[in-house]
């Protein structure tokens, strides 16, 4: 059977006070719109407890006593991978009997829920020490200073696979239709190496490193694309250069290139992919390639290019001007890994 919509709190007091004034049962009912049955439930209530509110449900008991809720939320707040199997046998061990069910209930109703571990890259506390101190020392550099930054980066892209992801409309039982579903191969179908660099002002050039990338390749990208890039973005003197620390960035011979082509270079912490705004622009280069669904890799790479170029120049300034709430998180964190 249905369940009845809960009658409002103004219709159960009009109803108490219609009966306080003489009326019947049926009058009441006539009048409100309401069955005689439930006028006479609210007039009960109102006789027994001079009130027509909602009393408290007791409801079962918890399985699971208020020390044994604390005893299992400070074991996850310690060891957040212990399972739900673990908690079980700890409960047992106490003398309290649970499902695992009630234990995902008992946790939820503390705020903590089962999710998915997020993979982030290994820091060693070297590197939380270089993350922290650099956002330290630039958290009051000037949104200006950032404007006048060129971020690279170098990222692969896979014909099908995991960056093919969208979200699909359809009927129930409809779900392997082909119009509903993303194809994959194996290996992801092939991909492509690119690189890139941004601004500010928006996106620079994006070419494919068709072959393995070695220092002396690295160096010939940075010749062929990183100044035309600053002109066409009309970069300001003294614009600074930024790339990660790859072996093949920080090669003895690519920084004397730099040095001798007189380009500055932003000091970067290793391990900070989250600190390089250019990350953003990937995702969202990926989501959009995915929509378009390339079927080989030479379309794949056509997307790629076109997708890139029309990039929203807003996109990029946004991503630069929050860039001090990056090195807030990163100090928040205490040189920990961030959303970003």
């Not at 695992?100 to 997020?118: D, E, F, P, V, Y």
């Not at 980066?153 to 359809?170: A, M, P, Q, Y």
């Not at 390749?217 to 600053?230: D, F, Q, T, V």
């Not at 280069?285 to 120049?313: D, F, G, Y």
Request: hydrophobic share 35%; with cysteine; glycine share 6%.
């Amino acid at each position: 059977m249905a369940k009845t919509k809960e009658l409002s709190k103004d219709t159960r007091n009009k109803i108490g006070d219609l009966h306080q004034a003489g009326k019947t049962e049926s009058a009441i009912g006539k009048q409100l719109g309401v069955k005689k049955s439930t006028v006479g439930a609210i007039i009960r209530k109102w006789q027994k407890y001079k009130t027509t509110d909602n009393l408290p449900q007791s409801g079962a008991p918890r399985k699971i006593s208020p020390r044994g809720v604390k005893m299992i939320t400070r074991t996850v707040s310690k060891n957040p991978r212990t399972t739900r199997g673990d908690l079980v046998n700890d409960l047992q061990r106490a003398g309290t009997k649970v499902t695992k069910a009630t234990i995902s209930n008992t946790l939820r109703r503390q705020g903590l829920k089962s999710c998915s571990a997020r993979r982030v890259p290994l820091l060693k506390p070297v590197h939380v020490r270089a993350r922290l101190k650099f956002a330290i020392e630039h958290l009051d550099d000037p949104e200006e200073d950032w404007e006048n930054v060129i971020w690279s980066d170098e990222t692969k892209i896979e014909l099908f696979g995991k960056n093919s992801t969208c979200r699909v409309w359809r009927r129930k039982n409809a779900e392997l239709h082909p119009k509903n579903t993303i194809p994959t191969v194996k290996h992801g179908g092939g991909n492509i190496m690119l690189w890139g660099c941004f601004s500010a002002k928006g996106p620079g050039r994006l070419i494919r490193v068709k072959e393995r990338m070695n220092g002396a390749m690295y160096r010939e990208i940075l010749s062929k694309n990183l100044l035309p890039s600053a002109r066409a973005l009309k970069m300001k003197h003294g614009w600074v250069f930024q790339h990660d620390n790859d072996p093949k960035h920080t090669a003895r011979a690519t920084k004397e290139w730099l040095r001798k082509k007189h380009f500055k270079v932003l000091e970067w912490p290793s391990q900070s992919p989250d600190l390089n705004p250019i990350e953003n622009l990937w995702r969202e280069l990926k989501i959009l390639v995915a929509q378009r669904q390339p079927q080989n890799i030479t379309a794949l790479e056509e997307i790629c290019m076109e997708e890139w170029v029309k990039l929203p120049a807003t996109v990029c300034k946004n991503l630069v001007a929050t860039y001090r709430k990056r090195l807030t998180s990163v100090i928040a964190n205490k040189g920990y890994i961030t959303k970003y």
